[in-house]
């Protein structure tokens, strides 16, 4: 089973962090919360905070998989120029990277999106087409290196499983 690693920031849309978390605890899947401090994040709607497992600083190329909650927590994840040097070696290493809602910024401003059909929030629709991703309005897109989910929370039930099988997998 891969390693895997929840990255996030304040911010980070509530649902699209604790219903994959929790699915993932209810599969006795480990995984860490990966962020830049040691301190409680808040999401967006303040439902709870979660203190990082692992801090971004640290190395974290032992992963084999990364998801990022969406909202506001991608453009936080941005503000910290390394967070791009994080995702570039992650994909040099393979890592599996899956994204909901706003997080597929992360992956269109490392530049790995160029001709990938991708899908997230419409709001962010021209933006990752300005970087070359060809944008699909789909509920989930799978490729081999990437899981994108459109608009939010309300496509949870169409992710979870994609997420979950990809999870399991070697």
């Given at each position: 089973?891969?390693?895997?690693?929840?990255?996030?920031?304040?911010?980070?849309?509530?649902?699209?962090?604790?219903?994959?978390?929790?699915?993932?605890?209810?599969?006795?899947?480990?995984?860490?919360?990966?962020?830049?401090?040691?301190?409680?994040?808040?999401?967006?709607?303040g439902i709870d905070s979660i203190t990082p497992t692992r801090l971004l600083s640290q190395d974290v190329s032992d992963y084999g998989?990364?998801?990022?909650?969406?909202?506001?927590?991608?453009?936080?994840?941005?503000?910290?120029?390394?967070?791009?040097?994080?995702?570039?070696?992650?994909?040099?290493?393979?890592?599996?990277?899956?994204?909901?809602?706003?997080?597929?910024?992360?992956?269109?401003?490392?530049?790995?999106?160029?001709?990938?059909?991708?899908?997230?929030?419409?709001?962010?629709?021209?933006?990752?087409?300005?970087?070359?991703?060809?944008?699909?309005?789909?509920?989930?897109?799978?490729?081999?290196?990437?899981?994108?989910?459109?608009?939010?929370?309300?496509?949870?039930?169409?992710?979870?499983?994609?997420?979950?099988?990809?999870?399991?997998?070697?």
């Amino acid at each position: 089973m891969k390693k895997i690693g929840i990255m996030l920031d304040d911010g980070f849309h509530d649902l699209e962090l604790w219903i994959p978390y929790y699915r993932l605890k209810e599969e006795n899947i480990d995984f860490d919360i990966l962020a830049w401090n040691n301190r409680e994040y808040k999401g967006q709607f303040g439902i709870d905070s979660i203190t990082p497992t692992r801090l971004l600083s640290q190395d974290v190329s032992d992963y084999g998989l990364i998801y990022f909650p969406g909202a506001k927590s991608p453009i936080n994840l941005l503000k910290k120029e390394a967070t791009i040097d994080i995702i570039h070696d992650l994909s040099k290493n393979k890592t599996h990277m899956v994204t909901i809602c706003h997080s597929p910024l992360l992956l269109s401003k490392a530049g790995l999106l160029k001709g990938k059909h991708v899908t997230g929030h419409p709001s962010i629709k021209n933006e990752i087409e300005m970087e070359g991703a060809i944008f699909e309005d789909s509920s989930v897109v799978k490729s081999s290196e990437f899981i994108t989910s459109a608009k939010t929370h309300f496509q949870l039930a169409e992710f979870m499983p994609e997420f979950l099988k990809l999870c399991r997998s070697d």
